[in-house]
């Protein structure tokens, strides 16, 4: 691992002026659960460290009014337990409880999950490793190198929103769940404070999929915040993974539903493990508006959600298991009582 | 593998050979020449102070700033109970307590922990009698080569603190980021199971 310096200040601003005077080259890191495992495998060199973990009270939780408000330092496994997004708004716990394992959860922060890089294996694979001794290209990492993930072995790969350059699956659940809840966040950069959709910090890979985020250098997310709706209790984050727990998404979906009896009044899907960037399913949405739901219109919704889709060599399995995935969670949502 | 490059010298020469090889010229390096020549240059080490608590212990410490807090344990303080398995967050074996909170201690920069309370395996016992964890591994057979042990032990005490182990479903969903490769995770789960029941009683 190449060397760097490393600063740990108590503010949020000094940290912003850290980052600013550092200049080019500075990461902050919060768990480290992605930055740190990429630095050793040389994808992730920065030269100077700010842990932004000892900055003191940016990890509250807020539940009461008409939101939810969560501090970016916030870990996932508290708000996995917490009450009342337990009761009220099953997709968020559940989007955390089956992300990776409970040590890796205490360690990882809400805010810094949102920003956890791809797990495409050739993008993990080849820089520096000794296994592999620096063959595979890929686009992310070493941008204009190209992408042996498109004709390799792409099981795993997105059939959503890939390009020429890259097919890398956005590997998050956290971010998905965010997406189809309608949250935002709240940013701090050196020109003060912003508000951002969660669904727009994330870039399609076009032909520049190294450029992954949309934030500016030196912002940092300090807080996540979701409306309030009624759908919140008739939702689930429904994930499908190869093993039953600690993997990540081979198809996920976020569902929350607003019912007038068996008739769905409004419906959020986002998609997840199939998509580049976590992935609003608009179509699924509109497909159910107004509709009883039933087996039929629920895997309609599914199949709508996967219209665009395009698969590679080795995962076209993935359209039929996203839309039943799809299916399934719309079931379970529905199942759930709204009182 | 072997067929149609019309060199005649199959996989498996070729690896016998490599292997010969790289053993010959290895013996015939001398032990210093190897360490001076053979090892990449490390930069200096940084000078970053920190002390943390260790199994109860201040332990002022100077590192380099990549230092893991796996590491730390092993190499600097010669804790070696929390393993070394992948370093990448995926098995658990390195598993150890910060703040009563269970961790992978691979990906924990050690300079996160300044200040705070590190637990390791080596900490658990009361003197020499064992943590109930610890009794239970043994009457349940839960292990069979060991290098997961320490890890999972340390997972599993936090597991029943959390309230994580009143079932088995539970159990194996909250152990889930320890993995065994001999797959003692019947007698994992029965361990855990029973040492929850006395942890409760206290």
């Known amino acids: ?339 | 593998m072997d067929g149609g490059n019309g060199s005649g010298v199959t996989r498996r020469a070729a690896i016998g050979g490599t292997a010969s090889l790289t053993a010959a010229s290895l013996l015939s390096v001398p032990e210093e020449g190897l360490a001076r020549g053979a090892l990449p240059t490390l930069p200096p080490a940084g000078a970053l102070a920190i002390r943390p608590i260790v199994n109860g212990r201040p332990m002022p410490v100077t590192i380099d700033p990549r230092t893991s807090l796996l590491d730390l344990l092993r190499e600097r303080l010669a804790l070696t109970g929390a393993k070394k398995g992948c370093d990448h967050g995926q098995c658990g074996a390195c598993t150890v307590h910060v703040d009563g909170r269970r961790v992978v201690s691979c990906l924990t920069l050690a300079a996160k922990v300044d200040g705070r309370e590190v637990t390791t395996i080596e900490g658990l016992s009361d003197g020499e009698r064992l943590h109930p964890m610890q009794q239970a591994f043994i009457d349940h057979d839960a292990l069979q080569c060991g290098y997961c042990t320490p890890g999972q032990i340390m997972a599993a005490v936090v597991c029943v603190s959390e309230g994580n182990a009143t079932s088995k479903a539970d159990i194996r969903e909250y152990m889930s980021g320890n993995i065994c490769r001999c797959g003692a995770y019947v007698g994992i789960v029965a361990a855990i199971e029973a040492a929850a029941t006395k942890m409760e009683k206290g």
């Open chain 1, 1 to 339: 691992m190449r060397s760097f310096s490393y600063a740990r200040p108590e503010t949020a601003l000094a940290a912003i002026q850290a980052f600013a005077s550092a200049g080019s080259g500075a990461r902050y890191i919060a768990g480290g659960t992605t930055l740190y495992d990429l630095m050793k495998l040389d994808i992730e060199h920065p030269q100077h460290l700010i842990d932004v973990t000892a900055i003191r009270g940016l990890d509250r939780i807020e539940t009461s009014g008409d939101r939810l408000r969560f501090e970016a330092l916030a870990p996932m496994s508290a708000i996995a337990a917490n009450q009342t997004v337990l009761r009220d708004y099953p997709v968020l716990a559940e989007a955390l409880s089956k992300a990776a394992s409970q040590q890796l959860r205490n360690m990882a922060t809400v805010g810094g999950n949102l920003l956890q890089r791809t797990r495409c294996l050739y993008f993990r694979n080849g820089a520096g490793g000794v296994s592999v001794g620096n063959t595979y290209p890929c686009n992310k990492r070493e941008p204009g190198s190209g992408c042996a993930a498109i004709g390799g072995v792409d099981r795993g790969q997105a059939v959503l929103g890939q390009s020429a350059s890259c097919t890398a699956v956005s590997p998050g659940d956290w971010p998905v769940a965010l997406v189809a809840m309608n949250a935002y966040v709240e940013v701090l950069g050196t020109s003060g404070t912003k508000t951002l959709p969660v669904a727009d910090l994330y870039r399609m890979p076009g032909d520049t999929p190294h450029l992954e985020f949309t934030l500016q250098p030196g912002e940092m997310i300090t807080a996540i915040v979701v409306p309030k709706t009624p759908a919140g209790r008739r939702s689930t984050y429904h994930k499908i993974r190869d093993r039953e727990s600690y993997a990540f998404a081979l198809a996920s979906a976020a569902v929350a539903l607003e019912m007038d009896g068996d008739r769905v009044t409004r419906a959020h899907i986002a998609l997840g493990g199939v998509a580049t960037k976590p992935w609003r399913a608009t179509a699924a949405e509109a497909a159910l508006a107004g509709q009883q739901l039933t087996p039929n219109t629920a895997l309609a919704a599914g199949h709508a959600a996967f219209a665009d889709a395009r698969p590679g060599r080795h995962n076209a399995f993935k359209i039929k298991l996203g839309a039943r995935t799809v299916a399934d969670a719309l079931t379970i949502a529905a199942a759930r009582s709204d009182t």
